[in-house]
């Protein structure tokens, strides 16, 4: 982000006030899982890196009377995430089943190392010349990222219709970054998306309009944010399609890999107290590969 505010104080003149920050955290992560009858267990192993940038100056354009500061802030990190998944599926007749789900990660904390420089400094003919260096230091410290546990359902009938909801939440109240806590609060997010295929099986003389997945969803979420005593929410509306490819047969079952178009119509926080308000459209292309690899020869 890229902020500049402009006021005019009293004996002073104009003054420039710019924040910019930017940067992020990756995540590299290896997952696997397993299956105890109807019992399905997964847990994702991942390595948090990156860093983020931040940047704040004030400037005063219209006198050379006093000096400009700017403040620059850098944090990096690097350290191990867990995360881990549940389902459990119960099948009834006439196709009927229903799978119970839940997701989760356990309180952590990410190793840290923050750099700070505060200097004041002169701005001639557009070159800024650095005067005085008021913050010099580096220090390493721990930044603990909340718990988050999930669940959720889905209700399937065969290959037809399919059902699911699901509920989350994260503790960011806990939230503790360089000694500093009680910034944020408990966010949550809920969802629900049905899909419909008319006839998954249909045949190459009937319409491929009978192959496709149809899907539509809705999702509500709260920041961890509270700005001026004012909660910040979400509300997305989703609408997708399935495309599947040709199916064919590998050993005794067939394979199809699906092409997967969405769209996201959402809107972001609000205009009251003063906040700002994000109406936004995304688009998304998914892809689906179920190759079979790795298959043992019968005959050499």
């Avoid at 847990?43 to 940047?55: M, S, V």
């Avoid at 003389?205 to 944010?225: C, N, P, Q």
């Amino acid at each position: 982000y890229n902020i500049l505010t402009q006021q005019t104080q009293n004996n002073i003149g104009q003054v420039n006030y710019s924040y910019t920050g930017q940067g992020g955290i990756n995540q590299l992560f290896w997952g696997n899982g397993f299956k105890i009858k109807n019992l399905y267990v997964g847990a994702n192993l991942a390595f948090l890196f990156g860093n983020f940038t931040y940047t704040s100056r004030d400037s005063f354009p219209t006198s050379s009377y006093f000096l400009n500061t700017k403040y620059l802030q850098k944090t990096t990190f690097n350290d191990l995430y867990y995360s881990f998944g549940l389902q459990y599926k119960l099948q009834f007749r006439k196709g009927w089943s229903v799978t119970f789900g839940a997701t989760g990660s356990m309180q952590t904390s990410l190793n840290t190392q923050q750099t700070t420089l505060d200097i004041n400094y002169m701005n001639v003919l557009g070159v800024e010349v650095d005067k005085d260096t008021n913050i010099n230091a580096t220090k390493n410290a721990k930044i603990i990222i909340p718990m988050t546990i999930g669940g959720g359902i889905v209700i399937k009938k065969s290959e037809k219709l399919l059902v699911g909801l699901d509920y989350s939440v994260q503790d960011w109240s806990s939230f503790n970054s360089f000694g500093e806590q009680g910034l944020l609060k408990n966010n949550q997010k809920a969802s629900v998306g049905i899909q419909y295929i008319p006839d998954k099986n249909a045949g190459r003389g009937e319409s491929y309009a009978k192959k496709i997945f149809y899907r539509v969803g809705f999702r509500y979420a709260d920041s961890y944010l509270d700005l001026n005593n004012t909660p910040l929410k979400e509300y997305t509306l989703t609408f997708g399609a399935g495309f599947p490819l040709r199916k064919y047969k590998v050993g005794e079952t067939y394979s199809q890999s699906v092409v997967n178009l969405a769209v996201e119509m959402g809107q972001l926080g609000t205009t009251t107290n003063e906040l700002i308000r994000e109406r936004y459209m995304r688009v998304v292309v998914g892809f689906t590969l179920n190759d079979r690899w790795f298959i043992k020869r019968k005959y050499d």
